[in-house]
């Protein structure tokens, strides 16, 4: 063979070599963790080691639509995914345990499920159990229905509400722990003992209610909402969220019956902006259904992702779709 | 000469055509507001109509995963997730016709989700119909005029092209 | 007429002659290629964060459409790596010829598929499935690794670029709009070809192959099927072959009085309009429809795809060619005419390209320093936002193309009238309706 035709094939060779052998090694010393929309799969991996102490590095990328990473209950600011982009994060855990990662930006009807879990320092699967909810302690059954008789004829006034309440003598059941406890409506009913009017009586349930929360909570809350719930439950807690006319078509398409009702089978999300269900709910009903999610009903379970804090300020501020908070 | 005659006026035709104000109606500007959902791979409604001057506020709420929405000409975007409306407020001081794309990159046919602004009449769009009829129409006199030109220039001669 | 020699340049024509540019450009070009298969099967599989996507879409079809197909013909082919390794290996070499060929079956190319009709179909297949290829790395990978395999295969059996010849699916569309072009690959005096022994432009000889298009150089007088490999200018032994810089849409003065090219016209016609309002429009049941293959609406989709091409475009066009009793055949009239179609289509595809290279051609900068996804910053634009590029520009340069297509297809049309002995009218108010409706689709 001549040597030109030897240098040729020589260089031919080398520049196969270099561009498709030199990428395809690259890429296998690239570990990423895929995003995708759960349909798809969701988190790959999905569970993920870690070791007490050691700075966990990790590396995302998204095969589809913008996603993000959170790991529950910790506090820490969500790092978007963007399609076709890296982005990373280091964290470090200081006590061992099973860790929840999560989606962050909404990626579709079942965005919610996609989640997956870091294991630190090889833990069992069995996590130490949590503190027992205030529900379980307090005996309610969170699936029950519940439904107030009377609702008030315009939305009550915090502002008015003080106003009364510092004529009343109430303060044994003006605490906090009154609050978490009781609904608005059981309040209402133990208000019957004073000479007020209907309307004055909501007026003050809502001065308590909004006593028992802060501006910074409230303000928390409606993030947190619009994030998280918004999609399904409506900008303005009516349940008419994007996803809600999906939920409800899944449901009526299942037909998941279990006991022999639909209560447990895909459909519209709650109407927070509902009275005769909402004043009826104690802030420890409302903690129940968010900490457990709907069993089969669409709601997801937040246990694992929203701290007791986050829950508490999210409850606060869904009573002010029913209360006129300022 | 005729043909370069003709020439010339073709061209000042051409130069009417794209520079001459096509008549306006004075309309009022008024504030508009639009609420567009945002789905893979469409808006709806897809085509808005508003008027020069108007104020436009357009709603984009995201019926599925996050979109964006970016307008050709104005380079102005807004980004939805669903559950969070998006406002785009704007004046709609450039009149035409303007494409709204996806800014946020949303599943494989991101590219090509798109919709339309028709902010006044779709001007260019006329002043390209009148170029079009200008060369269809111009092209006829001025070839045979060429081919005129061109048998006197060869008058005698055989070749071949 | 004034044609220029470029080739009576000694550096133009050292530069063709010599086979080693040529492979330097060929080493690139089939290590992109073979890079962006690769990209395609195991990057992201996000199209527009793709190198196979971006690269071949958006930058390697802004390139062809623009500027090699109108300016340098089938330029593209010249450098296109495609047919490289199954040439190689059918000829046994990378350089001059060996002494000893491989025994390969070097079949002739059947002749009832000796024309562009196989790339017709192949160009179909593409395009009904375009909305998938153009956003699905995994699908442009798979694409062109078989393309390349198809290649490699056919020239283990037949003789020649048969894949380039008749089957590959651009080469069917640079070949009708090469015609346009204004370079052109040309013997300089016949009379030479007429005494010259053994004919190695075709037949090959110790420095150089015969032409691996199957086109005997001495008879060309169009552009539609020459590759500009450069053979034959180091085979002539009588330094009888030229490229020549000459007017645009010289080819067309001869027009064609095949059916298969006709119907090219057609498809690149319909699809450039079908493309237009579906990818760019704002109706998003077609684009549901076009992407989702095998849905209902995707099988309606493809009829009417097909029936446009197939059926409307040509009927309406028939009809412009059929009223009249003259001397020549309906299918004469009907093909020379469809010339016409040629400058037409080739700006209707410009201007349909340039709306979404100018839109998206931003994401070459991130895809040049990301390619595979994988967070690599090879040039440090990884992260360039996507950001349309001259849209105020954008529909002046469009009507430009268009309008001036329309122009050019008038003329065309007059030339072809003329030798067909009809009236242009029709035919020009044919294409006079087809700019309308692609002026309203992309403005």
Known sequence: MKPSELLARSLITVAIIGAVGTPLFLWTRTPLIHAHIAENGGWSPDVIQAEVGKPLHLRFTSDDVIHGFAVGQMDMDAVDIEPGKVSDITLTFDKPGIYTFFCTRWCGLNHWRLRGTIEVNGSSPTPKPASVPLYVTLGLDIDAPHNAPIVPGQLPSPFRGEQLAQTLSIEQ????????SNSPYQLYKDLNSTNLTDSEKWDVVSYMWQSNTTPVALANGQKLYAQNCAACHGE???GDGVFADDLKAAGDSSKQNMMGDNNMSMQTPANFADPTRMLAASPALLQGKILRGGMGTGMPMWGVIFTEEQIWDLIAYLYSFQFKYQ | MQSRFFLLLLVMAGLVVAFAPLPVRLIAPQERTFRIEARQFAYSPSELNVNPGDTVTIQLVSTDVVHGLYIDGYDISAEADPGQTAILTFTANKSGSFRMRCNVTCGAMHPFMIG???VGKNEWLYRSVGFAVLGVIG?????????QQKMKDKSGLTEKQ | MSRVELTRNHLIKNLLKSRYPQLIVFIIMLAGYLFAILAGLIGTPVGSHNFSIVFVWIAWWAILILIAVPFFGRGWCAVCPIPLPGEWLQRGAVLNPPNKKPKWLNLRWPKFLRNIWLQNLSFLLLALFSSVLLTTPSVTGIVLAMMLFSAIGLSMV?????FCRYLCPIGGFIGLYSQ??????????????????GKPCYNGSSSGYGCPWDVFPGGLTKNTYCGLCMECIRTCPHDNIAINLRPFSTDLAKPTARLDEAFKSFIMLGSAMIYAGVLLGPWGMLKDAAYNVGISNWFVYAAVFLGIIFIILPSLFALCVSRFEYLNSFKKRFTILSTALIPLGLMFWVAFSLSFVFTNATYILASLSDPLGLGWNLFGTADAAW???LTSILAPVQTLALVGGLIWSARTAQKAANEARVSSIPVIAYCFIATLVMLWLLL
């Open chain 1, 173 to 180: 059941i003006a605490t906090h722990e009154y609050y978490v």
């Open chain 1, 236 to 238: 303005h807690g009516a």
């Open chain 2, 116 to 118: 339309k602004i028709n």
């Open chain 2, 139 to 147: 092209f006829f006199p001025l070839s045979s005029l060429h081919a």
């Open chain 3, 158 to 162: 037949f003789e020649r670029r048969s």
């Open chain 3, 180 to 197: 346009t072009a204004p370079i052109e690959l040309r013997i300089k005096n016949k009379q030479i070809c007429v005494t010259c022994d």
């Open chain 3, 387 to 389: 950001q349309p590029m």
